[in-house]
Structures are given as structure tokens and as C-alpha cells.
């Protein structure tokens, strides 16, 4: 089964400091491995000093998005298209993927939220399926509002609570417990 458009919500067997405390959407997954973006690690660069065109769409104060450990110096961009037909491939609730080459921003339409990413997380045939069993990936539905939150430090978090029951619980946890 795909876990394409859904969220991968870093458990707490997941020490790696990459992905601690991190939701991560699932752009793409297959045989061929998977890809998708860390959603809540903003940087403190803005899109207008980091990809001056780009800033058009964001706005010139708009942070760009630590995506992941992969290729850093990549650009991706996630936009909410009201023209679904636009988008180059969509992952969730008309949120998708801007094209690679993009010559003309306007000729996509209206585009009433867009997010500019750094990098992407990556994962070899089977390695994240191997770490969604071992515990290190909790995987839920997503939805098109947790890309675009305005308040990226408490996703994670909101994201559990959302689930209700033991996740609740695992949300209102320390950073680390071993300081308790």
C-alpha cells in the first residue's frame, strides 16, 4: 500500500536528529523507494534571499523549510492549487508539487498557498516500510492545512493530539524524558 499524501510522525524510537519531533508528507512511494518533506523545520532564511523568483508566490518575509537530509541545495515547492489540473502531481486535498521547470508562475492559476522547501527526506526500496515497523515512523492521514500551519513548532505535537487516545498522551511527553 502507498503512503503517498500521508504523514509520517517521528516516534519516539526515532533518535536520528534529523527527524526527531518531525512530520514528514509523503510526496511520492513505491517500489522504487519513497520521498517526502519535512513539514515543521523552518530556517531562518527567507524565500526572498534564498530564490528570489520564487518569492512572488510566498511573499517576500516567507521562510524556507528545512525538507530534509537529502540534496539541500534542491528546491521543492508544495502549493495549494485551486486548478487541481495544474499541479504536476498531487499528494493531498489539492495540495502538490509545483513543476521542476517553472517559466511562467502564472499560467498555473491561482495558488492560495505555497511553501518553499530545502532538500527532502529519501528512502531506499523497503527502508521505510522496515522503519515504520520498528516504531520510528507513526503514519496518519494528512491533511492540506498541516502543510501550510502557521505554527510549525507545535505540529508534531498537533498532530498526535489529533489522533486521540495513547497518541494524545505521546504528545504531551518532554523533548526529553530523561530530564523528568
Known sequence: MSLRGQLLVAGPALLDPNFHRTVVLVGDHGDHGAMGVVLDRPSAVTVAD????????????ELVYLGGPVQPEAVLVLA????RE?????????????????????????????????GY??????????????????????????????????????VLRRQGGAYAVLALLP??????
Not at 530564490?51 to 517576500?60: C, D, E, F, K
Not at 495549494?80 to 486548478?83: G, K, Q, R, T
Not at 531506499?124 to 522503519?131: D, F, I, R, S, Y
Open 121 to 158: 527526506a529519501g528512502w531506499a526500496p523497503g527502508q521505510l516500510e522496515a522503519e515504520r515497523d520498528e516504531g520510528s515512523w507513526l503514519v496518519f492521514p494528512a491533511h492540506g492545512a498541516d502543510v501550510f500551519t502557521h505554527d510549525p513548532e507545535r505540529l508534531w505535537r498537533h
Open 50 to 61: 534564498a530564490v528570489a523568483p520564487l518569492a512572488a508566490l510566498t511573499g517576500p518575509d
Open 86 to 118: 495544474q499541479a504536476e502531481s498531487l499528494v493531498v486535498d489539492g495540495v502538490g508539487f509545483l513543476p521542476g521547470e517553472l517559466d511562467d508562475a502564472h499560467a498555473l492559476g491561482e495558488l492560495p498557498h505555497v511553501r518553499v522547501f530545502a
Open 80 to 83: 495549494e492549487f485551486a486548478n
Open 175 to 180: 523533548d526529553d524524558p530523561r530530564g523528568n
